[in-house]
């Protein structure tokens, strides 16, 4: 993975502008010293570390303007950081740039039911939010599995998901406003309180943007108001066919359940070995289906489901009687990434989507991979949706296994594009994915992504390095070749 | 309506990006035309050419179990609300059709114009608005380059969310040739609660009330007395008295469960009646697509506010110290319907000055003049408009698609 090139003369002037960023943000809130930066070196993608040229901790939006400004007048780059639990480096710091953290906009700042909203600062954990309305009977929807440590700033930057998208959205559809910063220092705001956000969606561009256009510092989120009840079906089948065939059949039916997730073999055994959820083991491929909202529906469709999932096939199916045994249905399935980890010195996440219907494919291709490698996979599968996460197993204490695990992981990721589907559902390009984006772009589609970041960044200091393969200065994006006086295409109907 | 020298119609995608390098070529700006059916919705665009994309039609992917369906952006909404309806499916944002309310046919939509407008139905307050159905595009730049994001799939954070860009855009950013969104199904049954008499801010309240209880409500309307004596449904004429009004859908016994306990939560408010499906569907129609406003003859201007839900009352007030103001609510409140007869300057100082405390007002309908005096879209900070000005012109250099018809140089 190779990265921009560190400035060797902004390094040089480290405590220069460490001096120069304490001005606007005093006390302890710059850190300047090695010992001090190094937890900072990596986000959730740890095989890639970099200790930043300096991180600096601001408290308050006029803080994080001014460090902005100074940035962009000196020409440093900014990586920003929610809680560093990005799987795809997006927070991967520079050596030649400031890592601005936003862990201290830590505050729930309104909490309007009226309105099913909540104004919060960026540095809220997902979870943070979600605990603080539950007892008024609400929560924030998206749940991504970090939800415990991550940070709404973050799930911003990166558009999270969670297991219940294809009901409830990612985070896209559930951020009604942020205020965000420019690197020009400007505090800008869209949408609101209200439903629709004014002239472009400048909103919908920055959710998912990977820090390259923007650093948010407050979020307004829309809030629900908890079902009545949640159950679930834990339902076992003979093949990974079977199960598939299962979900379709579900949502031809007109069901959307709140999550539907799927396990293969060999991530049942894992989680069953780890979290002792009480699985299945005679089966192939493991559903669990959760509808949630008022009882007498739930109830309903529960049955719906249960003459679906038998017509299919299914060899052992359950139905969660009581909130403790919907749990632990659960137990095995949220366990199921430090489960592969206890059977396996390292895994790799990954986190392809593809069309429902190619999973059995897709699963068959993946096998032969496997098998190509040497290296054994486990999958788990938001099946509602499509998102895949393959979970490769492999040691980096061997020489080169690393090495491999990437290139399986790549094959992997251009198997979901050439199915129809996208390299990444919801961890983000970052630097992982950053060089496989041209499987899914052409050179003009990464161009125009870039110059759209150009309109908000013509520096290029937010972030560079993460999402696009290819750095391209503004100037020569910019140009156009036109040729005057060309014949203007006859082919065209003209009226 | 066109001022248009002359009109392109490319009929594929290689004709179309000659004609937008032409016309980078020439300098000469190009109104961006699907069916035509917006056309007097915007800033009057001073184009040299009209650009038909009338050719790029037809439904290419429909796979219902994988609720995704992508088609030509001329592809007219009649033919993909058809499609769906077969397989028990919908548009979830419920589109609505404008055409009457802008003084033309019913029916006349594409789903390009849908899309480039993000206008969505009451439904929007469940589930989401259009531009949260709307998976991926391929479009022409104006640059005169080909380019597409998103894709088939519903989870996909690679890269920029471009859809959002486009979804909204008025035609100002690119040319859509393909789109693809998400559909889901249709609910088996739907029920609408109606309750009488009620003044806008004990409507709000029990209209939030509602929302935030855990029977799932699927649209939530305030009309005045004013404008029930219009509906086409009896119920609501009988009525006699502004109605507000909550709709339920889903599964039969969900539904009836939800009714019998939100009928007992607003027993308080006075006497409920009941719509069932045929009622309730004319409704809520009535309501999507603003009829109290879009009958024969109505040339009266019509706005659209959008406001945090619980201002609604606050703003309501203040627009009726217009005169000659009619307005309803969608949208728990948060969004308002307002006509005014006042064809000059459509009252829009006095109309935006309402909104005190965040939203924003649009300029749906009046005449040419008048979209051309007064800002038809919400006004933005200094900063925020250089930003979209700098948005438009990373696509679109030379400002040749549809120039001006949001903001005065985008």
């Known amino acids: 993975m190779e990265m921009p090139i560190p400035d060797s003369d902004v390094i040089a002037r480290r405590r220069d502008i460490a001096e120069d960023l304490s001005r606007i943000v005093p006390g302890e809130g710059v850190i300047v010293e090695e010992d001090e930066r190094r937890p900072y070196e990596a986000d959730g993608l740890t095989a890639y570390r970099t200790l930043p040229l300096i991180v600096v901790l601001p408290e308050t939006t006029e803080q994080v303007a001014a460090v902005m400004r100074y940035c962009r007048d000196n020409s ?25 953290g936003m862990g201290k906009f830590n505050q729930i700042l309104e909490l309007d039911y009226p309105n099913r909203c909540a104004r919060v600062q960026p540095g809220v954990t997902n979870l943070g939010i979600t605990h ?124 959307i359940p709140g999550g539907m997730e799927m396990m293969d073999k060999p991530a049942i055994d894992a989680a069953e070995a780890f979290a002792k959820a009480g699985y299945p083991m005679d089966c192939q491929a493991l559903l669990i ?66 069309p429902r219907n190619k999973l059995p494919h897709v699963l068959s291709e993946m096998a032969k991979l496997s098998t190509k490698y040497g290296l054994r996979v486990a999958n788990v599968f938001h099946a509602g949706d499509g998102n895949l996460h393959p979970l490769i197993l492999y040691d980096a204490n061997e020489p080169g296994e690393l090495e491999k695990t990437e290139e399986f992981g790549a094959e992997i990721l251009k198997l979901c594009v050439e199915v129809g589907g996208v390299l990444t559902g919801e961890h983000g390009v970052g630097v992982e994915k950053r060089d496989l984006m041209p499987e899914m772009f052409t050179e003009d589609d990464l161009k125009q992504q870039q110059r759209l970041k150009c309109a908000f960044d013509p520096q290029g200091l937010l972030n560079p390095g993460k999402v696009f393969p290819q750095l391209h200065r503004c100037a020569e994006l910019g140009r156009m070749h036109i040729h005057k006086g060309q014949l203007p295409f006859p082919d065209i109907p003209r009226f | 309506m066109t001022e248009s020298a002359s009109t392109f119609r490319p009929e594929n995608d290689a004709q ?94 594409t789903l390009g114009g849908l899309l480039s407008s993000n206008l969505s139905g009451p439904r929007r307050i469940k589930a989401g608005a259009v531009r949260d159905h709307f998976l991926g595009f ?45 559909v889901l199904p249709r609910s088996e049954k739907t029920r609408t609660v109606l309750v009488r008499g009620l003044d806008p801010e004990a409507a709000v309240k029990a209209m939030s009330d509602a929302l935030n209880s855990p029977y799932e409500l699927s649209g939530a309307s305030w009309v005045p007395s004013d404008l029930t004596t ?85 703003v309501l007030a203040r627009l009726h110290e217009i005169t000659g103001a009619a307005a309803f609510l969608d949208w728990a409140g948060g969004l308002i319907w307002l006509a005014l007869p006042h064809p000059k300057t459509g009252a829009e100082e006095l109309v935006r000055g309402a909104l005190r405390t965040g939203g924003h007002a649009t300029l749906i309908r009046g005449p040419k003049s008048l979209r051309a005096a007064v800002p038809v879209f919400q006004p933005q900070s200094a900063a925020a408009a250089a930003l979209s000005r700098r948005v438009k012109e990373s696509f679109d250099p030379n400002r040749l698609l549809n120039p001006g018809r949001m903001y005065e140089g985008v």
Not at chain 2, 278 to 294: C, E, I, T
């Open chain 1, 76 to 100: 440093i780059k900014v990586v920003p950081r929610g809680a560093g639990t990005s799987l795809s480096g997006g927070a991967l710091p520079l050596a030649d740039g400031i890592l601005l």
């Open chain 1, 132 to 255: 603080a309305v539950q007892d008024d009977g609400f929560y924030y929807a998206p749940d991504p599995s970090s939800q415990i440590a991550c940070t709404i700033g973050g799930n911003v930057a990166e558009n999270s998901g969670g297991v219940h998208c294809l009901k409830y959205g990612l985070t896209t559809n559930n951020v009604l406003g942020v205020e965000f910063v420019t690197i020009d220092g400007e505090v800008l705001r869209f949408g609101g309180k209200h439903l629709d956000s004014e002239g472009y969606d400048l909103l919908g561009v920055l959710t998912g943007s990977e820090g390259l256009l923007g650093v948010v510092t407050e979020v307004t989120v829309r809030l629900l108001p908890k079902p009545e009840c949640a159950r679930a079906l834990l339902i076992g089948f003979p093949s990974n066919e079977a199960g598939g065939d299962c979900v379709a059949a579900i949502i031809a039916d007109g069901i």
């Open chain 1, 289 to 354: 289906v959760e509808l949630d909202g008022p009882e007498a529906e739930v109830d309903y469709l529960i049955d719906r489901v249960r003459g679906i999932a038998e017509a299919r096939g299914a060899t052992s199916l359950r139905i969660s009687e009581t909130e403790e045994e919907r749990l632990t249905f659960w137990a095995g399935r949220k366990a199921a990434f430090p489960a592969v980890g206890r059977i396996s010195p390292d895994y790799y996440c990954m986190d392809g989507t593809i």
């Open chain 2, 16 to 109: 179309l990006i000659d004609a937008i390098a032409w016309a980078n070529s020439d300098l000469k700006p190009l109104e961006l035309v699907g069916s035509g059916s917006k056309r007097a919705l915007g800033r009057p665009v001073q184009a040299a050419h009209c650009l038909d994309l009338s050719a790029f039609a037809g439904i290419t992917l429909y796979e219902p179990e994988e609720l995704v369906l992508g088609a030509g952006t001329a592809t007219p909404m009649a033919d993909i609300l058809a499609v769906l309806e077969e397989k028990k499916q919908e548009l979830a944002f419920e589109p609505p059709d404008f055409g009457p309310l802008l003084g033309r046919p019913a029916g006349e939509g």
């Open chain 2, 138 to 182: 391929d479009a022409v730049s104006g640059r005169g380059q080909a380019f597409k994001s998103g894709g088939r799939v519903v989870k996909n954070v690679t890269g920029y969310d471009l859809s959002k860009l486009l979804c909204g855009s008025w035609g100002t950013i690119g040319a859509m040739t393909a789109a693809v969104v998400k």
């Open chain 2, 230 to 314: 219009a509906s086409d449904v009896g119920y609501v004429r009988d009525m006699e008295s502004s109605v507000t009004a909550f709709r339920l859908e889903g599964f039969g016994p969900s539904v009836e469960y939800r009714c019998g306990k939100l009928r007992a939560d607003l027993a308080p408010l006075g006497e409920t009646e009941e719509l069932h499906s045929h009622n309730s569907l004319a409704f809520w129609a009535w309501v999507r697509d603003v009829k109290p406003f879009g009958q024969p003859g109505d040339e009266r201007v019509v706005w659209r506010l959008s406001v945090a839900p619980t201002d609604a009352p606050a």
